[in-house]
């Protein structure tokens, strides 16, 4: 499993458990991009999943014994994991009935990097939705540029220069569902100042569909 992100009119849903909102204000969400590299410079996944666990717990996100094996991370290969990355737990992603489940864990300010979903085989482009469990997101994706409208968003250098191509935010809170206006187009993400955790859904995910539009994030993403 992997990937999510996207764009469009946020709907309110109905918030059938009042205990995911709550914080757990003695845990604290500071992060050293420093700590989550080893000495050579290699990325420390376990690191990284401290770190989500942590975020996790900040928000009362329920944690087993199977948490941690479950969770998959990243930093793109930028080397700032802090500004750069994503953390997911996959629960289900049935492709040949056509649905999919995760969950995905941003840090304080950290982007998910800029990208599409296209067709692979007989399985169609990803039509994919979030609905924002704790925190606040910035979801973007075609539209009109309102970029500069939000200060707190800061693209960092290690992403194409510090460049994206689709401006169009919609900032997503507790209980806040954003669905991705057209397959195949661009869309990324960005987490407020507590971080964000996101239900995403979708009518499936392949690796190989995904497309970054920076090409050594891409490269790095897809193996080559």
């Given at each position: 499993?992997?990937?999510?992100?996207?764009?469009?009119?946020?709907?309110?849903?109905?918030?059938a458990?009042?205990?995911s909102?709550?914080?757990?204000?003695?845990?604290?969400?500071?992060?050293?991009?420093?700590?989550?590299?080893?000495?050579?410079?290699?990325?420390?996944?376990?690191?990284?999943?401290?770190?989500?666990?942590?975020?996790?717990?900040?928000?009362?996100?329920?944690?087993?014994?199977?948490?941690?094996?479950?969770?998959?991370?990243?930093?793109?290969?930028?080397g700032?994991?802090?500004?750069?990355?994503?953390?997911?737990?996959?629960?289900?992603?049935?492709?040949?009935?056509g649905y999919?489940?995760?969950?995905?864990?941003?840090?304080?300010?950290?982007?998910?990097?800029?990208?599409?979903?296209?067709?692979?085989?007989?399985?169609?482009?990803?039509?994919?939705?979030?609905l924002?469990?704790?925190g606040?997101?910035?979801?973007?994706?075609?539209?009109?540029?309102?970029l500069?409208?939000?200060?707190?968003?800061?693209?960092?250098?290690?992403?194409?220069n510090?460049?994206?191509t689709?401006?169009?935010?919609?900032?997503a809170?507790?209980g806040?569902?954003?669905p991705?206006?057209?397959?195949?187009?661009?869309?990324?993400?960005?987490?407020?100042?507590?971080?964000?955790?996101i239900?995403?859904?979708?009518?499936?995910h392949?690796?190989e569909?995904?497309?970054?539009?920076?090409?050594?994030?891409?490269?790095?993403?897809?193996?080559?």
């Open positions: 499993m992997a990937l999510a992100a996207c764009n469009q009119p946020a709907t309110k849903v109905q918030d458990n009042p205990v909102k709550e914080v757990t204000e003695s845990i604290s969400l500071s992060f050293n991009n420093d700590d989550f590299y080893t000495a050579d410079g290699r990325f420390n996944e376990e690191a990284a999943k401290d770190a989500v666990i942590t975020l996790m717990k900040y928000y009362n996100y329920p944690v087993t014994d199977k948490t941690r094996g479950s969770i998959w991370v990243s930093d793109y290969g930028t700032r994991y802090t500004e750069l990355g994503l953390a997911c737990i996959g629960y289900a992603n049935e492709l040949d009935d999919m489940l995760q969950d995905l864990f941003l840090l304080p300010g950290q982007m998910l990097p800029e990208h599409w979903h296209e067709k692979v085989n007989k399985y169609p482009a990803k039509l994919e939705g979030w924002v469990r704790n606040k997101s910035y979801i973007v994706g075609i539209g009109e540029d309102n500069s409208k939000y200060p707190d968003i800061k693209i960092p250098s290690c992403h194409e510090g460049s994206v689709v401006k169009n935010v919609t900032p809170g507790v806040e569902f954003v991705l206006k057209e397959v195949l187009t661009h869309h990324w993400q960005y987490a407020g100042k507590e971080g964000a955790i239900t995403e859904v979708a009518n499936g392949v690796n569909a995904v497309r970054h539009l920076d090409k050594k994030i891409n490269d790095h993403f897809l193996g080559i």
